[in-house]
């Protein structure tokens, strides 16, 4: 009867877990994938956990734990990277920790004894990529959780090149403010699954509250700006992709990536799913008066968005970018010695979402987990919180409010986009 019984929560926490934008739908690895992460008592617990950042004092009301006793049981969870906490003005927030960018991360982030990652890496492999269910719903829609970062240094030179602050990696990190390295989460798990490549493992960062959350709970370690920088400086130079964080503010990671281990990049390579991490705002043109054909970029391109094809009446072959699966790394440029690529601007810069709220928002939007996103079982969104959203939905294009509005209820819906016809806030004051 207890085995049972645990299997009911472990099933009850997939199903709340799967309310996120990128969730944990059903599939044969995903219940096991959970027993080996939550002891039973910690399942239970997490089932009672909000979506969102709530508390202390809330959560022990909400529970009826007394607040230091929670307090422990949630540190101890935090520190197995199953929720998130953050320290404001004195006073400790918790949320239950998503799939992706969440536990799925943090199990394999650092060598750990507390949990068996040979049988948890090959349950993610298994979950990951012999299921299409998980990777139908994470990478089905527009908006991803991450974008590529190009290699600034092969950029063209000039003043006609525009490249904002949000999409320079070195900016980047140095706005973040804390710094944090942990072992790359993909290539861990492919090493226990046995088809690890060569690539460097401690190079995936963690920026700014992400590695504040990361220093806390030891699921990596802390480092400084100069060493951040040089970390984007080696894996730059092997040929790494610098995917991060799909935002324009206060990124809170940023990985470097190769087209074999990288769960993005092997979305793209393995299943054919175009768009899986979102594309920089450049792409690389070959010269056809000096290319030689020499298919050294070809090999180089993480992704295999370049081939080669003849140039007729016999005269040699001229590498071809194709636009729709290119990422705009910059990987090829260096790989080129004759110097016949070059990156230009593609002729529509690529939509990155301002903030966090605005990407989960689009997000649940195009996955239909909006009415997960807006009404929860611990209760409404915080007026703050739900006032970010409407705002987030009021700017959307005619064609993602009226898939907004699909997802709810007609009087709800009704109330909301009456309400957003004028402002978020004048909508709040008639709930």
């Given at each position: 009867?207890?085995?049972?019984?645990?299997?009911?929560?472990?099933?009850?926490?997939?199903?709340?877990?799967?309310?996120?934008?990128?969730?944990?739908?059903?599939?044969?690895?995903?219940?096991?994938?959970?027993?080996?992460?939550?002891?039973?008592?910690?399942?239970?617990?997490?089932?009672?956990?909000?979506?969102?950042?709530?508390?202390?004092?809330k959560l022990s009301r909400a529970?009826?734990?007394?607040?230091?006793?929670?307090?422990?049981?949630?540190?101890?969870?935090?520190?197995?990277?199953?929720?998130?906490?953050?320290?404001?003005?004195?006073?400790?927030?918790?949320?239950?920790?998503?799939?992706?960018?969440?536990?799925?991360?943090?199990?394999?982030?650092?060598?750990?004894?507390?949990?068996?990652?040979?049988?948890?890496?090959r349950l993610l492999h298994e979950?990951?990529?012999?299921?299409?269910?998980?990777?139908?719903?994470?990478?089905?829609?527009?908006?991803?959780?991450?974008?590529?970062?190009?290699?600034?240094?092969?950029?063209?030179?000039?003043?006609?090149?525009?490249?904002?602050?949000?999409?320079?990696?070195?900016?980047?990190?140095?706005?973040?403010?804390?710094?944090?390295?942990?072992?790359?989460?993909?290539?861990?798990?492919?090493?226990?699954?046995?088809?690890?490549?060569?690539?460097?493992?401690?190079?995936?960062?963690?920026?700014?509250?992400?590695?504040?959350?990361?220093?806390?709970?030891?699921?990596?370690?802390?480092?400084?700006?100069?060493?951040?920088?040089?970390?984007?400086?080696?894996?730059?130079?092997?040929?790494?992709?610098?995917?991060?964080?799909?935002?324009?503010?206060?990124?809170?990671?940023?990985?470097?990536?190769?087209?074999?281990?990288?769960?993005?990049?092997?979305?793209?390579?393995?299943?054919?799913?175009?768009?899986?991490?979102?594309?920089?705002?450049?792409?690389?043109?070959?010269?056809?008066?000096?290319?030689?054909?020499?298919?050294?970029?070809?090999?180089?391109?993480?992704?295999?968005?370049?081939?080669?094809?003849?140039?007729?009446?016999?005269?040699?072959?001229?590498?071809?970018?194709?636009?729709?699966?290119?990422?705009?790394?910059?990987?090829?440029?260096?790989?080129?010695?004759?110097?016949?690529?070059?990156?230009?601007?593609?002729?529509?810069?690529?939509?990155?979402?301002?903030?966090?709220?605005?990407?989960?928002?689009?997000?649940?939007?195009?996955?239909?987990?909006?009415?997960?996103?807006?009404?929860?079982?611990?209760?409404?969104?915080?007026?703050?919180?739900?006032?970010?959203?409407?705002?987030?939905?009021?700017?959307?294009?005619?064609?993602?409010?009226?898939?907004?509005?699909?997802?709810?209820?007609?009087?709800?819906?009704?109330?909301?986009?009456?309400?957003?016809?004028?402002?978020?806030?004048?909508?709040?004051?008639?709930?």
């Open positions: 009867m207890g085995h049972k019984a645990a299997g009911g929560v472990y099933a009850s926490l997939r199903e709340r877990l799967d309310r996120q934008p990128i969730g944990m739908p059903d599939g044969k690895a995903a219940l096991e994938l959970l027993r080996h992460l939550y002891e039973p008592e910690d399942a239970s617990l997490a089932l009672r956990l909000p979506l969102r950042f709530q508390s202390i004092g529970t009826g734990i007394p607040e230091k006793e929670l307090d422990d049981r949630l540190q101890r969870m935090a520190d197995r990277g199953l929720v998130f906490d953050v320290e404001k003005k004195g006073r400790r927030y918790y949320m239950l920790a998503p799939t992706v960018v969440g536990f799925f991360e943090f199990s394999m982030m650092r060598v750990r004894d507390d949990i068996d990652q040979k049988q948890v890496a979950y990951l990529e012999e299921d299409p269910a998980y990777r139908n719903q994470a990478f089905g829609g527009e908006t991803q959780v991450g974008r590529t970062l190009v290699h600034e240094t092969t950029l063209p030179e000039g003043d006609h090149t525009e490249i904002l602050d949000y999409e320079r990696a070195t900016h980047v990190v140095r706005e973040a403010g804390q710094w944090a390295v942990g072992l790359c989460y993909c290539r861990h798990v492919k090493e226990h699954v046995g088809s690890r490549c060569e690539y460097p493992m401690d190079v995936c960062m963690s920026l700014g509250n992400g590695a504040g959350f990361v220093i806390r709970h030891g699921h990596g370690r802390r480092i400084e700006e100069p060493e951040a920088q040089d970390i984007l400086a080696r894996t730059r130079e092997k040929g790494m992709v610098h995917v991060g964080d799909n935002v324009q503010k206060r990124l809170t990671f940023l990985c470097s990536c190769c087209g074999c281990c990288c769960e993005f990049l092997r979305a793209m390579n393995t299943f054919g799913i175009e768009g899986a991490v979102v594309t920089s705002s450049w792409i690389p043109r070959p010269d056809p008066e000096t290319c030689k054909g020499c298919g050294r970029c070809a090999r180089g391109c993480p992704v295999g968005a370049i081939s080669l094809e003849g140039r007729g009446g016999g005269r040699g072959l001229l590498a071809k970018v194709d636009g729709e699966i290119c990422i705009g790394c910059g990987v090829c440029i260096p790989r080129c010695r004759k110097g016949s690529l070059s990156l230009e601007s593609r002729p529509q810069r690529m939509h990155v979402p301002e903030s966090t709220v605005k990407r989960v928002v689009l997000m649940a939007i195009e996955r239909g987990k909006l009415q997960d996103l807006l009404i929860h079982h611990e209760g409404p969104l915080p007026t703050r919180a739900l006032s970010a959203v409407l705002r987030t939905i009021a700017e959307l294009p005619p064609v993602k409010k009226r898939m907004a509005r699909q997802q709810l209820s007609s009087r709800f819906a009704d109330m909301l986009f009456a309400g957003l016809k004028s402002s978020p806030m004048s909508w709040l004051t008639r709930l």
